[in-house]
């Protein structure tokens, strides 16, 4: 078996994705990937196109942690979020046609079932406390046993989670963003939903990065009472010694890992247990090659996995998720969204939602597809992430 083809396909239903096809030259043998980077679609379609797409022509499909190699450390230059992007494209490509032609789902190859679903978490996020509570209340009444939650922050534009925003122009939207009011209004909005709720409903928060490692710890601490099922990505990616401040102060479970783009980044958090959930991007990490792996060294420290799964990634990563979510003894929680009509009208097969959990397709391979002429209709259009930027006008992180 040979690739004859690699087409990659940049598409906004909605929002823009990258998706790629890996053509066999078996007769109607092809896989789907997804290379989406939020806000670098095109730098990502450009290596793929112009540097990686040449080198898999006429390779073996079949010999998948080969490829992967060879595009990571044959090629020299390594890492960072667009080439570790777009061999995620690839990679779960090649999985999906693993999967086509052993005529099996994904998960079986990857060991088959260690549970039926994957547990499974939805967005909450309001203005105020009342409006927080009640988007809790509409996703409990969905089914979902485990909520994240997000509230504006008084005083600050447009903080992340608590209200939408439009995320189109040719700069990118600002919004300003201070810890202090922050950092007073998230344990009173724990409180609040508690008191309200009860302590049935797993709740959790999402901290985008946005704290020093003294003011992580302190809402880490004020937030033990409220048992949070894990306090999300509290510090920035880079220094992971930071986390040794939170860990030492707080018994307040904490997540990371949305910003990694390899395995030796979640190492060190891995091997000094300074987390308690490892929470990466199969989409931006090198697909699941890399995650399977992350996932077995985290089972060693007794972490649990909840990959990262929000909208700018494609329901093609999102299968794969789900896929290695039900066949992997540390599963924790996985994150999912709803995606709107053309989304699945472009790429049919995300995973089903039900009762608070999300199912893995049967069909053979990852169980997702491209419909090329759907994504035709819908073509590229510039999108960026909001800046953040603190009151006095410096560049905070998003
Ligand atoms: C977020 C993401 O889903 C999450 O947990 O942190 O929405 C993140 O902001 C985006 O993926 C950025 O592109
Ligand atoms: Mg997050």
């Not at 989670?161 to 344990?187: D, N, V």
Request: hydrophobic share 40%; proline share 7%.
């Amino acid at each position: 078996m040979k690739i004859n083809d690699v087409k990659v396909i940049v598409t906004c239903p909605g929002r823009n994705y990258v998706l790629l096809k890996i053509v066999t030259d078996e007769p109607g043998l092809y896989g789907v990937g997804d290379a989406t980077l939020n806000g670098r679609e095109l730098a990502v379609a450009a290596a793929l196109q112009e540097h990686i797409a040449p080198l898999l022509i006429g390779r073996d499909p079949d010999r998948i942690e080969d490829i992967w190699q060879y595009i990571f450390r044959g090629t020299y230059w390594r890492g960072g979020p667009v080439l570790m992007t777009a061999l995620a494209g690839v990679d779960l490509a090649l999985w999906d046609i693993k999967g086509k032609r052993a005529n099996l789902p994904v998960y079986s190859l990857l060991g088959g079932l260690c549970r039926e679903g994957a547990l499974c978490y939805t967005h909450a996020g309001g203005r105020d406390f009342a409006e927080v509570e009640d988007s809790v209340c509409q996703a409990a009444e969905r089914g979902f046993k485990v909520v994240r939650a997000q509230v504006s922050i008084p005083g600050c534009k447009g903080t992340y989670g608590g209200t939408g925003g439009a995320f189109t122009g040719h700069y990118p939207p600002e919004e300003i963003w201070e810890p202090a009011p922050y950092l007073r209004t998230i344990p009173r909005l724990f409180a609040h939903l508690r008191e309200r709720l009860g302590d049935e409903i797993e709740l959790f928060h999402d901290v985008h990065e946005r704290l020093t490692p003294i003011q992580a710890a302190r809402l880490a601490k004020e937030l033990e009472p409220f048992h949070l099922f894990f306090l999300e990505d509290p510090l920035r990616p880079e220094h992971k010694e930071s986390f040794r401040v939170l860990r030492h102060h707080s018994t307040t479970p904490i997540a990371m890992g949305e910003l990694f783009h390899t395995r030796w980044e979640c190492l060190p958090l891995l091997t000094e247990q300074l987390i308690d959930f490892i929470r990466c991007d199969l989409g931006h990490i090198g697909g699941l090659t890399e995650a399977r792996k992350i996932a077995a060294i985290a089972e060693s420290y007794y972490v649990q996995t909840a990959w990262h799964g929000p909208g700018d990634i494609a329901p093609v990563t999102h299968a794969a998720n789900v896929h290695l979510d039900v066949a992997i003894p540390n599963f924790g929680v996985q994150e999912m969204v709803f995606f709107p009509e053309a989304v699945h009208e472009v790429m049919p097969g995300a995973p089903e939602c039900r009762q608070g959990a999300l199912w893995p397709s049967e069909a053979p391979g990852l169980g997702c597809d491209i419909d090329e002429e759907a994504a035709r209709k819908y073509p590229y259009s510039p999108a960026y992430l909001p800046t953040t930027r603190r009151a006095d006008g410096s560049v905070h992180d998003w």
